[in-house]
């Protein structure tokens, strides 16, 4: 095993943790982490120590490199299950990421179980990707979308969510987070409410998973996904959970080698869980990235996370608020995740990014993959500033001078 | 500090905040609008030909710097050219019109203009693929 190389043993200390990221030897205040995240040593070489020592496939040779590729492998499939809280690794299935858990579920769940006439409830909130994969599976099965709604400050409307729930919705699916604007959902309520009108559940955690994490049993879903790229680890690993029962009962997503018990002319069996889902070669040294991404996770511990993330959210409101014509996106501090979305009147977000770009400060410009929520807030775009376990107030600092200056240069 | 004011040059500021022939033509020859949905910029064209010349040429839009003064720039450059003359424009003198360094990510801003020009006055088919850039 590559060795713990964090100093984050000791009490929270974002300037020392910073020093496991060597990203940061660029010199960049990257404010994208609700986009993809950097990656701490303890990844990298938990990877490099793949490649060089015991490079091999899975499951499928006797050998002992094999072996020791396929126990950290599955060893990473224990580390996400302690980290979620799910019952058994067999509820724990590897996919590329948040993406393919959502379709994987609309297509091998959705085709089976939903029917023409069925009603799907999902937020204006959505990511694209827990968006498009319900729209397709509405359009091949006659289902019906909801949307439930936000208020003025980027929150769910739940009186509607209620309301919808009456109609007896076969699907709920929403995101822990907002990655466009940080909401925090009521996760567990919604979820308890959802179960109680009858519905499958899916959480959309790609944002929840890294920056609040999750306890799937108490949360009470039916299915959870996220992606390892947003929470230290590489691109390329993610994790859909899936209640055993369900899983069970659904075919599978992609079928070819691997996911077999047994190929004959007449016909296949297939593998038990998880692996009934993982066709084909997997991302291997992705997989094992994803292990030690946790392991540090769990190292730093998610409330220090949580807090420290409130504590830089909450200063980059006050100093981006105390700029003329800035206005910012979403719910106060205390219902937010480490997410600052905001505009500057006269400057279009991507020259705000293009220029403090200039100063070396990485912001995003654009629709976040969240467009029907872009349209909802009537704006055609606007910047965001994401943070993590690494991020300083001196990054915040250098954001807001940027600002100022491309105020000084749209004056 | 320098080279944002070089980057964001005071013309195409200038064209940005007063853009040139902003508005509508009443009863436009061609008239065609496009959007970038990436980024959520807009730019409209109405043309008036009269005898194979542009007569006159109208923009509106909204979106960021970049593809605003490139509408605003474009439409000046057009003006009272014959049709002829003006499929000829090409993205590297629009391009090189704006005179700064356009990275990859902006490029579609920079030329969403000379889209709605080309769609507009002489149909998409004129306008090689996006992705081919
Ligand atoms: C809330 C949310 N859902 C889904 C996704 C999609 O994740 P991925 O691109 O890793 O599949 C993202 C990532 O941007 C996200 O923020």
Known sequence: MATFTSTSRQPFNAEHVRKDFPFFETGVAYLDSANTSQRPRHVLY??????????SNVHRAAYHVSEVATERYEGTREAVRRFINAHSTKEVINTRGTTEGINLVAYSWGQKNIKAG????????????????????????????????????????LEQYHALLEQK???VTFSQISNAIGTINPAKQMVHDAKRAGATVLVDGAQGAPHQGVDVRDLGCDFYAFSGHKMLGPTGAGILWGKRELLEAMDPFMAGGDMIKAVRQEGTTYADLP????????????????????????????ENITRHEREITEYAMEALSELPG????????????????????????????????????????????????MIRLDVPATSRASFYVYTIKDDIDRLVEAVADAQRIFA | MGVDEQFYR?????????????????????????????????????????????????????????????ASLLTERIKGMSLDEARTIGKEDVLS?????????????????????????????????????
């Open chain 1, 275 to 302: 692996l009934k889902f993982e066709a084909g070669t997997q991302a291997v040294a992705e997989v094992i990235g994803l292990g030690a991404a946790i392991e540090y996770l769990e190292g730093l511990g998610m």
């Open chain 2, 10 to 70: 005071e013309y195409i500021l200038d064209h940005y905040k007063n853009p040139r022939n902003f508005g509508h033509i009443e009863h436009p020859t061609y008239t065609h609008e496009e959007d970038n949905p990436l980024c959520g910029d807009v730019v409209g064209i109405d043309l008036l030909v009269k005898d194979g010349v542009v007569d006159d040429i109208k923009f509106h839009g909204r979106g960021c710097a970049i593809s605003q003064a490139s």
């Open chain 1, 169 to 171: 919705p076969k699907l």
């Open chain 1, 326 to 373: 800035v206005r910012i996106f979403g719910p106060p501090v205390e219902r937010r995740a480490g997410v600052v979305s905001f505009e500057v009147e006269g400057i279009h977000p991507h020259d705000l990014s293009t220029i403090v770009d200039r100063h070396g400060v990485a912001l995003r410009a654009g629709h976040h993959c969240a467009m029907p929520l």
């Open chain 1, 118 to 157: 069925d009603l799907i409830v999902l937020t204006i909130l959505e990511h694209h990707s827990n968006i498009v994969p319900w729209q397709i599976l509405a359009a091949k099965t006659g289902a019906r979308l909801e949307w439930v709604d936000v208020d003025e400050k980027g929150e769910l409307r």
């Open chain 2, 97 to 133: 019109e704006l005179g700064i360094d356009i990275s990859p990510a902006r490029i579609k801003c920079a030329l969403l203009s000379l889209k709605v020009l080309k769609a507009g006055a002489w149909g998409l088919g004129e306008w090689p693929g996006e992705e081919e850039e």
């Open chain 1, 46 to 55: 938990a990877m490099d120590e793949y490649f060089e020592q015991f490079n």
